[in-house]
Protein backbone atom coordinates (compact mmCIF):
# COMPACT_ATOMS: atom_id res chain seq x y z
CA UNK A 1 0.00 0.00 0.00
CA UNK A 2 1.09 3.38 -0.87
CA UNK A 3 0.33 6.61 1.25
CA UNK A 4 -0.09 10.08 0.12
CA UNK A 5 2.14 12.68 1.82
CA UNK A 6 2.50 16.48 1.85
CA UNK A 7 3.68 17.97 -1.37
CA UNK A 8 2.87 15.40 -2.97
CA UNK A 9 5.28 12.83 -2.07
CA UNK A 10 4.60 8.77 -2.28
CA UNK A 11 5.85 7.00 1.04
CA UNK A 12 6.18 3.40 0.69
CA UNK A 13 4.51 1.49 3.68
CA UNK A 14 7.16 -1.31 5.39
CA UNK A 15 6.10 -5.10 6.57
CA UNK A 16 6.88 -5.49 10.27
CA UNK A 17 6.38 -8.26 12.56
CA UNK A 18 5.43 -7.79 15.94
CA UNK A 19 6.70 -9.29 19.11
CA UNK A 20 5.92 -9.22 22.78
CA UNK A 21 8.31 -9.26 25.72
CA UNK A 22 7.61 -8.70 29.35
CA UNK A 23 4.50 -7.29 28.03
CA UNK A 24 5.81 -4.53 25.80
CA UNK A 25 5.42 -4.79 22.06
CA UNK A 26 8.67 -4.76 19.94
CA UNK A 27 8.80 -5.04 15.78
CA UNK A 28 11.81 -6.08 13.21
CA UNK A 29 11.42 -5.67 9.72
CA UNK A 30 9.56 -8.60 8.30
CA UNK A 31 12.83 -8.75 5.39
CA UNK A 32 15.03 -9.37 8.45
CA UNK A 33 12.78 -12.45 9.12
CA UNK A 34 13.56 -15.72 7.60
CA UNK A 35 11.12 -17.94 10.03
CA UNK A 36 9.47 -18.37 13.24
CA UNK A 37 9.74 -21.44 14.97
CA UNK A 38 8.50 -23.36 18.16
CA UNK A 39 12.05 -23.20 20.82
CA UNK A 40 13.83 -26.33 20.73
CA UNK A 41 16.82 -27.60 23.85
CA UNK A 42 18.85 -25.02 24.51
CA UNK A 43 22.37 -25.54 25.40
CA UNK A 44 24.55 -23.31 27.29
CA UNK A 45 27.72 -22.10 25.82
CA UNK A 46 30.62 -21.63 28.59
CA UNK A 47 31.69 -17.89 28.69
CA UNK A 48 29.97 -16.85 26.37
CA UNK A 49 28.30 -13.25 26.02
CA UNK A 50 25.59 -12.86 28.79
CA UNK A 51 23.05 -12.22 26.17
CA UNK A 52 23.86 -15.46 24.75
CA UNK A 53 21.33 -17.58 25.60
CA UNK A 54 23.36 -20.97 23.83
CA UNK A 55 22.91 -22.71 20.79
CA UNK A 56 20.31 -24.98 19.30
CA UNK A 57 19.80 -27.08 16.30
CA UNK A 58 17.29 -26.19 13.17
CA UNK A 59 17.15 -28.93 10.75
CA UNK A 60 20.81 -29.60 10.73
CA UNK A 61 22.39 -25.99 11.44
CA UNK A 62 23.71 -24.43 14.46
CA UNK A 63 22.22 -21.43 15.88
CA UNK A 64 22.98 -18.97 18.59
CA UNK A 65 20.01 -18.19 20.78
CA UNK A 66 19.97 -15.06 22.15
CA UNK A 67 17.94 -13.93 25.19
CA UNK A 68 15.96 -10.65 24.62
CA UNK A 69 15.02 -9.89 27.50
CA UNK A 70 18.34 -9.72 28.85
CA UNK A 71 19.75 -7.73 26.34
CA UNK A 72 17.35 -4.86 26.87
CA UNK A 73 17.03 -5.47 30.49
CA UNK A 74 13.01 -6.55 31.16
CA UNK A 75 12.32 -9.02 33.60
CA UNK A 76 12.12 -12.98 33.17
CA UNK A 77 9.38 -14.45 33.43
CA UNK A 78 8.70 -17.84 32.34
CA UNK A 79 6.36 -18.28 29.39
CA UNK A 80 4.26 -21.09 28.18
CA UNK A 81 4.10 -19.56 24.43
CA UNK A 82 7.17 -18.36 23.66
CA UNK A 83 9.30 -18.92 20.00
CA UNK A 84 12.13 -18.34 18.10
CA UNK A 85 12.63 -15.40 15.18
CA UNK A 86 15.21 -16.65 13.15
CA UNK A 87 16.49 -13.54 11.69
CA UNK A 88 17.57 -13.93 7.89
CA UNK A 89 21.07 -15.01 6.91
CA UNK A 90 21.88 -11.49 5.17
CA UNK A 91 21.95 -10.07 9.17
CA UNK A 92 23.06 -13.59 10.66
CA UNK A 93 21.53 -16.42 10.69
CA UNK A 94 20.74 -16.42 14.84
CA UNK A 95 17.21 -16.86 17.42
CA UNK A 96 15.91 -14.04 19.19
CA UNK A 97 14.14 -15.52 21.78
CA UNK A 98 10.94 -13.52 22.60
CA UNK A 99 7.27 -14.46 24.48
CA UNK A 100 4.95 -13.86 21.79
CA UNK A 101 4.55 -13.65 18.24
CA UNK A 102 1.85 -11.24 17.73
CA UNK A 103 1.11 -10.30 14.31
CA UNK A 104 2.35 -9.06 10.33
CA UNK A 105 1.52 -5.40 9.89
CA UNK A 106 2.12 -2.68 7.51
CA UNK A 107 3.09 0.60 8.53
CA UNK A 108 5.00 3.79 6.76
CA UNK A 109 8.29 4.39 8.11
CA UNK A 110 9.41 4.51 11.45
CA UNK A 111 9.56 7.70 13.43
CA UNK A 112 12.23 8.86 16.01
CA UNK A 113 12.02 7.86 19.79
CA UNK A 114 12.56 11.48 21.69
CA UNK A 115 14.03 8.95 24.44
CA UNK A 116 16.84 6.31 22.78
CA UNK A 117 16.64 3.01 24.46
CA UNK A 118 19.32 0.86 23.87
CA UNK A 119 18.88 -1.12 20.32
CA UNK A 120 15.41 0.75 20.33
CA UNK A 121 16.18 4.14 18.34
CA UNK A 122 12.78 4.27 16.79
CA UNK A 123 8.45 3.41 16.94
CA UNK A 124 6.05 2.24 13.92
CA UNK A 125 2.72 2.89 14.53
CA UNK A 126 0.32 -0.38 14.64
CA UNK A 127 -3.02 0.78 14.49
CA UNK A 128 -3.85 3.34 17.37
CA UNK A 129 -0.47 1.98 19.33
CA UNK A 130 3.22 2.42 19.07
CA UNK A 131 5.54 -0.64 18.42
CA UNK A 132 9.33 -0.48 19.38
CA UNK A 133 11.36 -1.04 16.41
CA UNK A 134 14.48 -3.55 17.53
CA UNK A 135 18.04 -2.57 16.36
CA UNK A 136 18.79 -5.86 15.37
CA UNK A 137 21.99 -5.12 13.27
CA UNK A 138 23.20 -2.79 16.20
CA UNK A 139 22.82 -4.98 18.86
CA UNK A 140 24.66 -8.16 16.37
CA UNK A 141 27.34 -5.42 15.95
CA UNK A 142 28.60 -4.89 19.49
CA UNK A 143 28.25 -8.78 20.60
CA UNK A 144 30.70 -9.15 17.17
CA UNK A 145 33.10 -6.47 18.84
CA UNK A 146 32.60 -7.53 22.25
CA UNK A 147 33.62 -11.13 21.23
CA UNK A 148 36.58 -9.92 19.30
CA UNK A 149 38.31 -8.06 22.35
Known amino acids: MEELKEYGKVEEELQYIEFTLADKKFCLLIDDVEEIVKPSKVESVPLAHPFIQGVTTLRGDVLPVI ?18 IVLSQTIGRIALSVDQVAQIFSAASPENLE ?35
Open 67 to 84: NLKKVLDLPEEDKKENRF
Open 115 to 149: NEILYVSKKVKSGDESVYLLDVRQLLEELKTESMS
